[in-house]
């Protein structure tokens, strides 16, 4: 039995979301859809990989492509049609977002329709009691 390959969906972009969070957040939607198995085919890894989805009734293996190649080139390969969704892990500059606003709907790309926050970075400074500078550290700007 042979079975057609179909790619869904191309999403092209940041390396910080594509290398882990992208490929695990396309499996579950592999699964969602009914896929039987879903599996990751890694081509250079943490980098380029392609989510299978397998559909036994179908006769069928839906692909989810991800390059993780940075955030600047999800932007570039929207903007020429390479991709589907850009990954970024950082906000879109205005010359992009006016670049890309012909692409979102209602012509802009900064709106909720457009940009879907996955993530937030977050920093935790943790010291212990005991170090004699503690009591001398303060909130206020230096």
């Known amino acids: 039995m042979v079975q057609t390959r179909e790619i869904i969906l191309r ?13 695990a957040l396309a499996e579950e939607f592999l699964k969602k859809l009914g896929a039987d198995s879903v599996k990751v085919d ?17 006769d069928l293996i ?3 492509e991800i390059r993780a190649h940075g955030s600047k080139t999800g932007f570039r390969d929207l903007k020429n049609g390479a991709c589907d969704i850009a990954m ?5 500059t205005t010359k992009e977002a006016a670049e890309l606003a012909s692409l979102a709907p209602n012509g802009g790309m900064t709106g ?7 993530g937030v970075d977050g920093v935790a400074i943790v010291v212990n009691v005991a170090n004699p500078w503690v009591p001398s550290l303060s909130l206020e700007p230096v």
């Open 112 to 118: 909720v329709a457009a940009e879907h926050v996955v």
């Open 62 to 64: 839906q692909v989810i």
């Open 42 to 58: 890694t081509v250079v890894p943490k980098t380029e990989m392609n989510v299978e989805g397998t559909f036994s009734n179908k």
């Open 88 to 92: 970024s892990s950082t906000t879109i």
């Open 11 to 23: 999403i092209y972009g940041s390396h910080l979301i594509g290398a882990e969070l992208a490929p």
